[in-house]
């Protein structure tokens, strides 16, 4: 065993350490311990009035390297290179248990623990000591919730606040430092002292004439100052005054803002931080947060008393981050410091500035004090270009009636996802006076159809058919359609076709002309070369192609944010998904096939809810077992209920396959679910289709349907 003393400037206290080797690891090692001799300073006595250093001998161990093999296994992982020899780190030190030693090592503690605000006058080491936190100061009960533990042998100290409004804990050990070769000390939050004030000691008088007319300019009485208790004082060499505003709780004076006739403002450092006017919301149930102390001032000239101002003004932006914890709100403290006045209250109205930090400041007292009990003021216009910006303003140049009034009408504070009917009034006239566009969808351009079917923006619209029905085909076709009549654009993501073929679908249709010269056009002139360029420059301006060019199948993630993008950059209007049956449809494994179905079809519909994009989805029907031609119902698409369930509306597309049956190029469009009945109905609608330019056409009243290939479903 050695003994040493370490002494510190800066820490005017005996440190005593006792290093213990480990006998067993060194005699295994390659290295011997050796005494050499060296001098370090070594403290006085503790006594004040001496700078100087004595000095005295000790023996420190030195490596000493021998030849001989080591006697025990050794983990040679630990070894590090050093100058080019190996070395191998001590062990951590041990501390003796001598008495002298015990004690300096609580003295030392002792420090520590004052040092971050836990003052001990007795404490007994080994015990767990029940004293009051110096942090929360135990509540209104003053209850004694902080408990400290220090170790018998002096070596830590751990302690912990259980009020549940606190909850401040901690730990420390006499030797731990950033230099320690064992540990640190945990990082702590020190205590700030506050400092008691008085109005002697900062030398504070009642206000002068000048600076009650001043106030009587702005509409403040001397009533109203008086009761206020607001008060002036000299500063500089010029013998200059500044208003004084005294923040007082219960009574008692515990801070004070400065305002000068620069209108500049500081306050009285290491004091309390709490609301100005604190006293007035005692007890309310109801009350109004301002943002500088003349606006509590006018709020008292309009009648309400139980107004509040903020002490340090307001931030210049709203924050992007979390809440911190409420030790850690440095610039929201005086919050938490009235914490106790503000949880009785119900009914919190934000009156701070017109301009963007008095709305930032409004916000981020919203976030902290609970936006459901938050109301907000909008200050009205002051002329045709400006508004007013706070609370004096508009007592002083509206007077304080129209300043009750501006409170007594203030609207409650949004809250995400949180609305009123009224908050949508001015969208529902505009509905009611279709100034919207499309309060009835857009027409489909087909005469039969447009009975039963419109299509409306941000719906979504589910269409299946038994494979080679025409379903791809015939949403080609609406595309077009929709593109002459009101100028849609779209985006495509169409697995089931490559884009040589697909442009030369829509190219016919727009073109009404066969795309090459070959048997399926018959006698029909192909178009030429001239309307080709054309018709590439109508397919580049209307259509935008979603495509995956690897080998990986797309998700439905990766569809709905490239079709965002098309929205926002393109201003497309309608998007396409055909079929949904080739998108990459990996779940997790506890997740089954309705409940992965459900969450895909919301991505959709909250897509085209909040881009007012229409969504058209193609999904093939199971297998039909014993299928006699007829057309499939919704129910039928395989995967699950989900998609009739969730669709806005549902369309199956079928062709007559029976020669006996009706003509070969008759398509029945059977429209199985409308969500809106002002867009449509259920019903079918009959459209003749051209196979040469792959148009969709009204049926001849011949066929025997009504109105222009319309039948109404019979129920």
């Not at 070395?87 to 003796?96: D, E, I, K, R, T």
């Not at 001598?98 to 605000?117: Q, T």
């Not at 149930?285 to 309400?304: H, N, S």
Request: hydrophobic share 35%; charged share 25%; with cysteine.
């Amino acid at each position: 065993m050695l003994a040493f003393a370490i002494h510190k400037p800066h820490v005017n206290l005996n440190k005593k350490l006792v290093f213990l080797s480990s006998f067993h690891y060194y005699m295994g090692s390659k290295f011997l311990l050796k005494p050499t001799t060296s001098t370090i300073p070594t403290p006085l006595p503790l006594l004040p009035s001496s700078n100087k250093q004595q000095y005295r001998t000790f023996k420190r161990l030195s490596p000493v390297f021998c030849s001989s093999k080591p006697t025990s296994k050794f983990n040679r992982s630990l070894l590090t290179q050093t100058n080019g020899l190996p070395f191998s780190p001590l062990a951590a030190p041990v501390y003796g248990l001598d008495p002298e030693v015990k004690k300096s090592k609580l003295e030392i503690l002792r420090f520590k623990l004052a040092e971050v605000g836990i003052e001990l006058d007795h404490f007994a080491p080994g015990q767990y000591n029940a004293l009051t936190c110096p942090m929360c100061k135990g509540g209104g009960s003053r209850e004694k919730s902080f408990s400290l533990f220090i170790s018998a042998d002096g070596g830590n100290a751990s302690w912990n606040c259980f009020r549940a409004k606190c909850g401040w804990n901690g730990g420390t050990k006499p030797f731990a430092g950033s230099k320690s070769t064992y540990g640190t000390s945990l990082k702590l939050s020190k205590v700030k002292e506050i400092r008691e004030i008085t109005e002697q000691s900062l030398e504070l008088e009642p206000l002068c004439d000048e600076l009650v007319c001043y106030f009587k300019e702005r509409l403040i009485s001397a009533e109203t100052l008086a009761r206020n208790q607001v008060m002036q004082k000299g500063y500089g060499d010029r013998g200059q005054v500044a208003i004084a505003f005294t923040y007082r709780r219960n009574g008692v004076l515990v801070s004070c803002k400065y305002r000068d006739i620069n209108k500049r403002f500081w306050q009285e450092k290491d004091t309390k931080k709490v609301f100005y006017g604190l006293d007035d919301i005692k007890g309310a149930d109801e009350i109004i947060i301002v943002e500088g102390e003349m606006d509590k001032l006018a709020m008292e000239e309009a009648g309400f008393r139980n107004c509040v101002s903020v002490p340090d003004g307001a931030p210049p932006s709203v924050s992007q981050k979390e809440l911190p914890p409420n030790q850690e709100d440095t610039k929201y403290q005086y919050l938490w410091n009235c914490k106790e006045y503000l949880d009785k209250v119900s009914r919190i109205i934000l009156a701070t500035d017109g301009d963007p930090p008095g709305q930032a400041l409004a916000e981020e007292l919203a976030r902290r004090l609970g936006r459901e009990r938050c109301w907000r003021v909008k200050w009205p216009k002051k002329n045709t270009d400006e508004h007013f910006k706070d609370a004096n303003e508009v007592l002083m140049f509206s007077g304080p009636l129209a300043l009750r009034d501006i409170i007594e009408n203030a609207e409650l504070y949004p809250i995400r996802g949180l609305f009123q009917f009224s908050d949508y009034f001015p969208e529902i006239d505009a509905y009611y006076n279709r100034t919207l566009g499309y309060e009835f969808g857009a027409s489909t351009g087909w005469t039969a159809l447009n009975e039963i079917y419109n299509v409306m923006p941000g719906e979504l619209t589910l269409v299946t058919g038994v494979p080679n029905s025409g379903k791809s085909e015939w949403i080609d076709a609406l595309l077009c359609n929709l593109n002459e009549s009101v100028g849609w654009k779209f985006a495509l993501c169409s697995m089931e076709n490559n884009v040589r073929q697909h442009a030369r679908k829509l190219l016919e249709k727009h073109m009404k002309k066969p795309f090459f010269d070959a048997r399926y056009g018959e006698s029909a002139e192909r178009m030429s070369a001239e309307e080709l360029e054309e018709g590439k420059q109508w397919l580049s301006d209307t259509f935008y192609l979603i495509r995956c060019e690897d080998d990986a199948l797309p998700n439905i993630k990766w569809v709905l944010d490239l079709a965002r993008a098309a929205v926002l950059r393109h201003g497309v209007r309608g998007l396409v998904i055909d079929p949904y049956n080739e998108l990459d449809h990996q779940r997790p494994p506890n997740m089954t096939e309705t409940e992965y179905v459900s969450q895909m079809l919301t991505l959709i519909k909250r897509f085209a809810q909040h881009h007012a994009c229409h969504v058209w989805l193609v999904a093939h029907p199971r297998q039909l077992q014993n299928w006699t031609g007829q057309p499939p119902n919704l129910y039928d698409i395989s995967g699950s209920a989900h998609f009739v369930n969730k669709c806005d509306n549902g369309i199956v597309i079928h062709r007559n396959r029976n020669p006996n049956a009706g003509p070969i190029d008759q398509v029945q469009v059977l429209v199985r679910k409308v969500r809106n009945k002002v867009a449509g109905t259920i019903g079918d609608a009959f459209l003749s289709y051209n196979r040469v330019t792959g148009e969709f056409m009204n049926v001849d009243k011949s066929t025997g349907s009504d109105n222009q290939g319309f039948k109404p479903l019979r129920r």
